[in-house]
């Protein structure tokens, strides 16, 4: 018997309260939080909200300490992993007794616990009987919080004040009654009033009808009933996590990953994460990372337990996340390194450094225990975002919008990646193209996988996606992107996942793109950031960062994109897991007539020889060709590559073979 | 007080670790000696402890005080009293 | 001569008939096993069960389960898809969100499309032309490569195609000429386009089209066969198919857009509760269905169920068109009890279905279910069940259960009891979803309750939200029949328009109604239903400028001028307000699309009465009084009526069960039933 069961009776003795009761509450409190997204998913105005789902609900309990976590619906997966710190943080802050019924606490302030200036907080809490009791909090991306640029992540930003203002907790409604400074200063210091106003007023009310609910949860169990059951629904959630922390042997297990640069200083930024396991409790120590950098790449504290995730999805995924999990783990995060900037640095880009201190996590305990291991997801959230006036119908109404390209996760031990996918720190809708483009002046020409981009490994990692857009008037974007220099990881002989790369298309028209799954012949582009050889070819191996770009880094800002110009994103895929040698050789057959992998790349990465007409398996040679790379694998003298085109273009799409050979 | 833990210089160090101070002290659960203090987060946010390092035992942990500069924001106003609108 | 009008479902498990005569409104049943192969075979053959001669039936009502289980299993036509070039991966993109839940955080979780496509990917394919947001041409259409195209899927053994290209919502054009190329040159294939549902939004509308195709042909063959069986056993009259909007379609049309009827058995449920609603003068309803594996719950509001327009069939797998809302969780009688590592208990998801089913049926089952708990209760008697043609065996529930009570050292009974009370939570909380959770109050309304495990929790589940009143129709385990049995006709036509509402005005409201008016009704009048039993109803959706989620608001049929068109605006605000507590006056409003629904009437359903008698129920209704667990550690002895010899005015009060063929009724301490006079029973909690 596990030693972290609990028996009925213990339950009752434990809490006061029968294992049914517990139960049926612990459910009833998330079904709450569901409902509470709901309602601020479809009532935002923001696309971060109602399509991003960039967003979250809460209930916390009240304790000596604070609050705690009880439960959440994740709209955006990290803030399972931070809303419970920052709410406790904060109240700690405003005092729970300078609380009265109907007031609602706002603030975004990274330096004590959020994620960025964008990413708002609304705290309230529930009375009753007069007495309060439980804390909700909700949490949205708004579209701008002023600053430099639009939307709030603002490449080439060194100190948070050009990324926006910084609202330290503040009196947002009192006794339910909108508190006029408040909004006054939070709608005149962006750009988008009207959706800024839309959506505190969605969070406002998704409080108030998280209240409703609460209350007749505890009209219908008694108060004590549900203060037991929310003791029980955390105690279960960290005895899950400290009898999956106790089969981990005791240790000390450790992962780097860089990120690409931070927008002004062309070096990797280095992040170290070292995972301790003394019995059934974790430390999480991100020492020996990197000073933190001039650039906007970096976070407050939030990344301590941000990182968490990743042992999460390691270690338990099937249990609800609140503060329950986290109990076993204490975190360390040194103060003026990246993951604990200190002000007035640039916290503006959050995400692509939360991505990487989940992969490191993750990568840590992957890596020492490859049973159960998976390699790196792309761990981009690819983002642009467009500025600029719409004159379509004639009257130039100023727009502004991001729009995000997912990539995909890595392998796992039993599994290929899934493509298409937000990063695990997120999860999303992702844009309606038909809406997007009524919307905005800008057209979606091509968005689909990008053949040879998943590491390859006995299983694949998830695909890129390719994303084509034709600006229908003048505008300018904002990129900010991850793995062109670097590359998402594969673990246990997996190959990492093709880097990725932007260009503008140049000398040819919408009509008649040449594009093959992704590829067009370099002839007809012109880089504007990645990794690129001398010709143009996007290459990992032997081009170089920058080479020939427009724009060194792929963090750029600003930049001009004119109507009838035609712009591509590329982004990262996945890593692969295991030797893709053993990887089943009709699975690659089935992946090339897919157009996941190339002929070529079938028998550069994976031994398999397939017949570029008939796309059919030649045995044979497969057979002869796998022995010969086996060989030479165990002798080292070859190694799958990174994810590539083994032929790219230059002039023509009949330079790749199934082309120049299809018959059609 | 806060004030002065509002804006901070860079520091120089290319990478960043954090200190661990050792401690003059006995793990009641394991008897190690190996005791440290640090600052961390914690589940409710950040704390000060002082830990076992054989066996993550917390012989004490406390909210920060102010000379303890951690986290390293903290708001001028702190310990002030409170006003209807915060 | 008798005539009947008959209800025939098709699920899973069971095909069900109900027949009702004409005259009387006496109501008979019948209930065999589902011939998957060859689903008409098991409908001829319940039919002939039912002893209702074929010739005598004037109407026959009908919902299946041919394109729900193509579908789930992969079985559908050999599907193509043409769509836009560059725009091909829609269906394994699945709008990119992961599910709540534990695949959030579950590595090697796949969505479902990715891992088992309805349509290859060397099969979609991308098509050179492009349509612009206004509905202008921004790349010309490439027929011949369209030609090329279809030539190698028709070699590829193709036999269904689907066309849905980018913007078509605005402008049909492309589609139009794709699809009368292939008539052209591949005119055996099945082919479906927008037009079936001109949505905006590329995803769900691709996914509508695709599962168009996909069990297209399957269906066709299917509804073909059935026609001609029963045409050639004598029936006269038009097979009424259920479609997923709570209204029949003629077979004939049906097959023209089988992904209309892709699935009707909870949706025929519903449409039963629309007509209970009427019978039992009871506007508000909740239906609450459970069986087996999984239990629906539906909402009846001011007599009719309430609508969405979207269904994810699997995570990611996107139906989107007008239907009956319901609310499905995995869970039933055949739902198993267990505990994770750290002792948390636990009602599914799992579950032994029909195969091997509770442990208690001794079909090879070891793992408890809800079912063995009955049993265990007493609720369930080894020897009453399905009036007796199946013995259960006690000795295997109780082995079963204690695998998990042993662990948590908990009391047998108390398990049982601790099982079926989280069920009826877990039952509660569906519920919730469709009323608290959208603002309404459960005590507006009574809880109409079928299935064969539904009467079971139904007054558990009423306390839970103080539901007052709990209604058992006639035949709960075969409900849905009667529901298919009383239809009407219903034909739903939509647009989209994506245009801020004040550039509509009031004359584009008019017109853009008129059209969608003309349209149904001239889909009704084509499938035989006469203009005087036509009714309309205007359905628009909106959203504030800026927003990505619609919401529906309900029209008056009239025509507006400046004011009425005001009226439509303040109800959107008003609407908007119900949902989200807070509206946003000061936003422009953009109309998304509108919707118009016609109703065909059918003549009324009358049910038969029963035989009245006074409040004390006749002696030989109580069949036995057994030994039951209905409260914790406490059994006591309670009576067990059969059901068929209550009479109208009875009254029981718990605790007390009452048993039928297919069904079995809880009443719980304080529970007080009566009978009315069609027989419902009528639950005061």
């Known amino acids: 018997m596990d030693r972290y069961f609990i028996s009925a009776d213990d339950v009752k003795k434990t809490y006061d309260i029968d294992i049914v009761t517990a139960e049926s509450i612990r459910n009833g409190l998330i079904q709450i939080t569901r409902q509470m997204q709901v309602t601020l998913v479809r009532g935002a105005l923001t696309p971060y909200v109602r399509d991003m789902m960039d967003m979250a609900t809460c209930i916390h309990r009240l304790t000596e300490e604070g609050s705690e976590l009880i439960a959440i619906t994740e709209g955006c997966v990290q803030h399972a992993f931070t809303q419970g710190p920052l709410v406790s943080h904060i109240l700690r802050e405003w005092g729970v007794e300078n609380f009265q019924e109907g007031d609602v606490v706002f603030t975004n302030d990274s330096f004590r616990g959020s994620l960025h200036f964008c990413d708002v907080n609304c705290v309230r809490l529930c009375f009753w009987e007069g007495k309060p009791v439980f804390v909700l909090s909700d949490t949205s991306h708004i579209a701008d919080m002023g600053g430099n640029t639009a939307g709030g992540v603002t490449p080439g930003a060194t100190v948070y004040f050009q990324e926006g203002i910084r609202v330290p907790p503040m009196l947002l409604y009192a006794n339910d009654i909108p508190v006029r400074s408040t909004f006054n200063l939070l709608l005149e210091n962006c750009r988008t009033p009207y959706l800024n106003l839309g959506d505190l007023r969605a969070l406002y009310g998704t409080l108030s009808i998280g209240e409703r609910l609460l209350h007749s949860l505890i009209k219908r169990w008694g108060l004590d009933n549900v203060l037991a059951a929310a003791r029980y629904t955390l105690d279960h959630a960290e005895r899950k996590a400290r009898s999956a922390l106790s089969e981990i042997p005791d240790g000390i297990y450790e992962a780097t990953e860089f990120l690409d640069d931070d927008g002004i200083e062309d070096k990797p930024v280095k992040i170290h994460c070292a995972i301790s396991i003394r019995g059934d409790n974790a430390e999480i120590d991100f020492s020996g990372s990197a000073v933190q950098c001039l650039g906007y790449i970096g976070s407050g504290w939030a990344d301590a337990f941000r990182c968490a995730l990743g042992i999460k999805l390691f270690i338990d995924p099937g249990t609800p996340m609140n503060s329950g999990f986290l109990r076993p783990f204490d975190a360390i995060v040194p103060p003026g390194s990246v993951v604990c900037k200190l002000p007035p640095g640039s916290i503006a880009e959050h995400s692509q450094l939360g991505n990487r201190t989940v992969s490191a996590a993750a990568r840590a305990l992957s890596l020492a225990l490859p049973e159960r291991g998976f390699a790196d997801e792309s761990a981009t959230l690819t983002s642009t975002h467009f500025e600029g006036f719409d004159d379509r119908h004639g009257k130039g109404n100023p727009f502004t919008t991001g729009i995000i390209t997912p990539a995909g996760w890595g392998a796992t031990y039993k599994s290929d990646g899934v493509s298409y996918c937000a990063v695990a720190i997120a999860n999303c809708y992702d844009y309606i193209v038909e809406f997007l483009e009524q919307e905005y002046p800008l057209v979606v020409l091509e968005r689909e996988f990008v053949i040879d981009s998943g590491g390859p490994g006995k299983y694949r990692g998830g695909l890129a996606t390719y994303v084509t857009l034709l600006a229908l008037a003048d505008q300018e974007f904002n990129l900010w992107a991850e793995n062109y220099r670097g590359a998402a990881l594969g673990v246990h002989g997996g190959g990492n996942g093709k880097p990725g790369y932007t260009t503008f298309i140049e000398g040819t028209d919408p009509t008649n793109l040449p594009t093959w799954e992704g590829i067009t012949p370099s002839k007809y582009f012109k880089p504007f950031c990645g990794t690129f050889d001398k010709d143009k070819r996007p290459d990992p191996i032997n081009g170089k960062y920058g080479l020939g770009c427009i724009s060194w880094s792929d963090k750029s800002i600003r930049v001009r994109f004119p109507k009838g110009a035609i712009f591509r994103t590329v982004v990262p895929g996945a890593g692969g ?72 273009p230059l002039e023509t799409l009949d330079e790749i073979v199934e082309i120049k050979e299809s018959r059609r | ?20 101070e050792p401690i003059d002290a006995k793990c009641p659960k394991c008897g190690s000696t190996d005791i440290k203090k640090y600052p961390i987060i914690h589940y409710t946010g950040p ?34 009293k409170i006003s209807r609108s915060g | 001569m008798a005539s009947f009008r008959v209800g025939i479902d098709v699920g899973g498990t069971f095909t069900d008939v109900v027949a009702i005569k004409e005259d009387t409104g006496e109501s008979f049943i019948a209930k065999d096993f589902t011939t998957p192969e060859d689903a008409s075979m098991g409908v001829m053959l319940v039919l002939e069960e039912s002893g209702i001669p074929i010739c005598d039936i004037i109407t026959i009502g009908h919902g299946f389960t041919t394109g729900i289980n193509a579908i789930i299993t992969r079985k559908g036509a050999r599907t193509a898809l043409l769509c836009t070039k560059g725009h091909r991966d829609l269906l394994d993109f699945g709008r990119q969100y992961r599910p709540l839940g534990k695949e959030l955080y579950d590595p090697s979780w796949v969505r479902p499309h990715q891992e088992r496509p309805l349509i290859s990917r060397e099969h979609r394919r991308g098509i050179t032309g492009r349509i612009l947001w206004d509905g202008s041409e921004l790349v010309s259409l490439d027929e011949e490569q369209i030609r090329q195209e279809v030539r190698w899927l028709k070699q590829e053994g193709i036999e269904s195609i689907g066309i849905c290209f980018i913007n078509s919502f605005i402008n049909l054009e492309h589609e139009k000429t794709a699809r009368q190329i292939i008539r052209e040159i591949f005119p055996e294939a099945y082919t479906q386009t927008s037009e079936i549902y001109p949505i905006a939004r590329e995803t ?19 509804l073909e066969l059935l026609e001609r069986k029963l045409s050639e056993a004598g029936y006269q009259g038009e097979i009424l198919i259920m479609q997923l909007n709570g209204g029949f379609r003629i077979s004939r049309s049906a097959r023209e857009m089988p992904v209309y009827s892709v699935q009707s058995g909870p949706v025929s449920g519903v ?48 139906l989107s068109m007008p239907m009956v809302e319901v609310h499905s969780i995995g869970s039933g009688g055949g739902s198993i009890v267990d505990i994770d590592k750290t002792g948390s208990l636990r009602i599914g998801p799992d579950s032994a279905g029909a195969s091997p089913g509770p442990a208690c049926y001794g079909f090879g089952g070891v793992q408890p279910t809800l079912t063995d708990a009955y049993l265990i209760m007493g609720i369930l008697q080894p020897d009453l069940f399905l009036g007796g043609r199946l013995k259960l065996k006690k000795e295997l529930a109780e082995k079963a259960l204690k695998r998990v009570s042993d ?47 539904g009467p079971m929790h139904a007054t558990a589940v009423a306390k839970a939200l103080s539901i007052p009143t709990v209604f058992i129709p006639i035949h709960p385990g075969a409900f849905c029949c009667l529901g298919l049995a009383a239809m009407d006709m219903k034909t739903s036509y939509m647009g989209s328009f994506m245009k801020l509402m004040d550039e509509v005005g009031p004359d584009g409201m008019n017109k853009i109604f008129q059209e969608l008016e003309q349209k149904a009704i001239k889909d009704l009048e084509k499938q035989g239903v006469t203009k005087e039993h036509i009714t309309t109803e205007r359905t628009f959706f909106g959203m504030y400028k800026g927003q990505g989620w619609d919401t529906p608001t309900t029209a008056p049929s009239l025509i507006y001028d400046c004011k009425s068109f005001d009226d439509l605006k303040e109800a959107f605000h008003q609407a908007y307000y119900s949902t989200f507590a807070y509206m946003a006056r000061e936003l422009p409003i953009i109309l998304t699309s509108a919707m118009v629904t016609a109703t065909g009437k059918l003549p009324g359903l009358r049910l038969a009465e029963i035989g009245s008698g006074c409040e004390t129920v006749p002696r030989d209704a109580l069949i036995t009084t057994r030994d039951v667990f209905l409260g914790y550690r406490s059994k006591r002895i309670i009576p067990f009526y059969e059901r068929s010899k209550l009479l109208a005015g009875n009254r029981i009060i718990g605790p007390a069960i009452i048993i039928e063929a297919f069904a079995t009724t809880v009443l719980h301490e304080g529970d007080s039933c009566t009978v009315d006079k069609h027989g419902t029973l009528a639950i005061r909690v």
């Not at chain 2, 002082?50 to 951690?70: G, N, R």
């Not at chain 3, 769900?204 to 299917?222: H, K, L, M």
């Not at chain 3, 948590?408 to 009974?413: A, G, S, T």
């Not at chain 3, 939570?425 to 603002?439: D, H, S, Y």
């Open chain 3, 204 to 222: 769900e509308r691709t996914f509508t089209v695709s599962i168009d195709a996909y069990i297209g042909p399957i269906v066709g063959r299917y």
């Open chain 3, 271 to 318: 449409a039963g509760g629309e007509l209970y609603s009427k019978l039992l003068d009871s506007p508000n309803l909740i239906t609450f269905s459970m069986g087996g594996t999984s239990t629906d719950v539906g909402v009846i509001r001011a007599g009719k169920a309430i609508r969405t327009d979207r269904w994810d069939i699997e995570h990611g797998i996107i």
């Open chain 2, 47 to 80: 704390r000060v402890v002082i830990k076992c390092q054989s066996c993550f035992h917390k012989l004490s942990m406390w909210y920060p005080k102010a000379d303890e500069m951690w986290p390293p924001f903290r708001p001028a106003t702190e310990g002030w």
């Open chain 2, 1 to 20: 007080m806060g004030i002065e833990h509002m804006i901070y210089r860079r520091p120089n160090e290319e990478f960043i670790f954090i200190k661990k």
């Open chain 1, 577 to 648: 897991y295991g030797n893709p040698l053993e990887r089943d050789a009709d699975k690659v057959a089935q992946d090339v007539r897919n157009r996941f992998v190339s002929v070529a790349a079938a028998e550069e990465s994976y031994g398999v020889i397939i017949d570029p007409c008939s796309l059919q398996i030649n045995k044979e040679a497969t057979a002869s060709k796998r022995k010969e790379l086996s060989e030479k694998q165990a002798k080292g003298e070859w190694q799958v590559s990174v994810a590539h085109h083994p032929v790219y």
């Open chain 3, 407 to 453: 662990p948590l050292k908990m009391d047998l009974f108390d398990l049982a009891r601790g099982a079926y009370d989280l069920a009826s939570t877990q039952m509660a909380e569906a519920v919730k979803t469709l009323t608290i959770n959208r603002g309404l109050d459960p005590r507006d309304f009574g809880l109409l309750s079928y299935g064969a495990a």
